[in-house]
């Protein structure tokens, strides 16, 4: 699944024709809800920096630093809880801000993480929002500040893909 779903954002940003390894270079990348880091950590392998990995839990965002620190991927790796993160401004525009929340989490706190997402400036202009779900949970809702929404189901999870309309 990981595999297709890096394909989908590096065809997304059109950078298919590049190596592996280059395919999202000067990528920015915010993997919220990180866990071990593996999602941000396969998006530096393929060149996006920076990356921001962001888990709650302080045992395991040490994990997620070793993990990184073993294959060599140039992350930041914030310990604090998503909402917290997200309530201040964002010190940097994200072009790819990738949500992988544990599915227990409701639909009306992914909208709250979502729209602090937008409304603090953590999404770029013309950024990828990328949200993983059960396939058994409802679709996120999504503010009507995205536009494309588009999803892709892998079994027993569903990557959800929006973009940020034009004029927001």
Do not use: C
């Amino acid at each position: 699944m990981r595999e297709a779903v890096f394909s989908s954002i590096v065809s997304w940003f059109g950078t298919g024709d590049r190596a592996a390894d280059e395919a999202l270079d000067g990528v920015s990348f915010l993997d919220l809800f990180a866990g071990s880091g593996a999602v941000g950590i396969e998006a530096a392998s393929r060149g996006a920096g920076p990356v921001r990995l962001v888990e709650r839990d302080a045992k395991v965002a040490v994990v997620a630093r070793r993990n990184a620190e073993h294959v060599g991927a140039a992350v930041v790796a914030t310990t604090a809880t998503v909402a917290s993160l997200l309530a201040g401004p964002a010190d940097r525009a994200y072009d790819v801000v990738w949500f992988d929340p544990p599915y227990a989490l409701g639909n009306d706190e992914l909208g709250d993480a979502v729209g602090a997402v937008l409304a603090n400036g953590w999404l770029a202009e013309d950024g990828l929002l990328v949200v993983e779900r059960s396939s058994r949970t409802p679709d996120p809702e999504l503010p009507p500040e995205l536009a494309d929404v588009w999803s892709r189901r892998y079994g027993e999870t569903t990557i959800h893909y929006a973009t940020r309309k034009a004029d927001q």
